[in-house]
T-cell receptor, first 114, second 109 residues
Framework: NAGVTQTPKFRILKIGQSMTLQCTQD?????MYWYRQDPGMGLKLIYY???????DKGEVPNGYNVSRSTTEDFPLRLELAAPSQTSVYFC?????????????FGPGTRLTVL | DAKTTQPPSMDCAEGRAANLPCNHS???????VYWYRQIHSQGPQYIIH???NNETNEMASLIITEDRKSSTLILPHATLRDTAVYYC??????????FGKGTKLSVKP
């Protein structure tokens, strides 16, 4: 299994541009999550999904959108990039039937907005 | 915001046990304590979790006090590869994790 994969690894955007961060997991996990991590800080939850077709907001959803059309994929969309969205973005998924909060994380996408 | 309290940094000699403390005095009776770590520039990695009893797996041991207000993560023989930020997290609904700033553990030769 590849686990949780994220693309791209790095991206530089100009203010006002849009992009989609891709996340795919091959573990058949129902739950998937998007976090962002600013320098020197812990992760903050942006959006999460408990299954295909179901998404919900986390702690910091403003400026982002998500969709979940399949179990495997959970893309994160930035419509109008702003410098405040410069961060490292992590996608995670949760294995059904195990501990409630045992999440598996991808390697992250480093985004810079200039 | 995170409701756990951890020291910002700790040092440990290679080969010795690393004991990382965490206070979670407001934890609810049915909430687990989870430990994750984040090696530089990587995604967080699950280590261990527990409710009341002490737990051990291939990575670490978790000691939870009887009143559940604090816990200690033990890495029995720390190596240089254990250098990372360690997060102690109270389990919440929907599986969401609330990360604080964690403890930066530096394992030194």
């Amino acid at each position: 299994n590849a686990g949780v994969t994220q693309t791209p690894k790095f991206r530089i955007l100009k203010i006002g541009q849009s992009m989609t961060l891709q996340c795919t997991q091959d573990m058949n996990h129902n739950y998937m999550y998007w976090y962002r991590q600013d320098p020197g800080m812990g992760l903050k939850l942006i959006y999460y999904s408990v299954g295909a077709g179901i998404t919900d907001k986390g702690e910091v959803p403003n400026g982002y959108n998500v969709s979940r059309s399949t179990t495997e994929d959970f893309p994160l969309r930035l419509e109008l990039a702003a410098p405040s969205q410069t961060s490292v973005y992590f996608c995670a998924s949760k294995e059904p039937g195990t501990g409630e909060h045992t999440q598996y994380f991808g390697p992250g996408t480093r985004l810079t907005v200039l | 915001d995170a409701k756990t309290t951890q020291p910002p940094s700790m040092d440990c000699a290679e080969g010795r046990a690393a004991n990382l403390p965490c206070n979670h005095s407001t934890i609810s009776g049915n909430e687990y304590v989870y430990w994750y770590r984040q090696i530089h520039s990587q995604g967080p990695q699950y280590i261990i979790h527990g409710l009341k009893n002490n737990e051990t797996n291939e990575m670490a041991s978790l000691i939870i006090t009887e009143d559940r207000k604090s816990s200690t993560l033990i890495l029995p023989h720390a190596t240089l590869r254990d250098t990372a930020v360690y997060y102690c997290i109270e389990g919440r609904s929907q599986g969401n994790l609330i990360f604080g700033k964690g403890t930066k553990l530096s394992v030194k030769p």
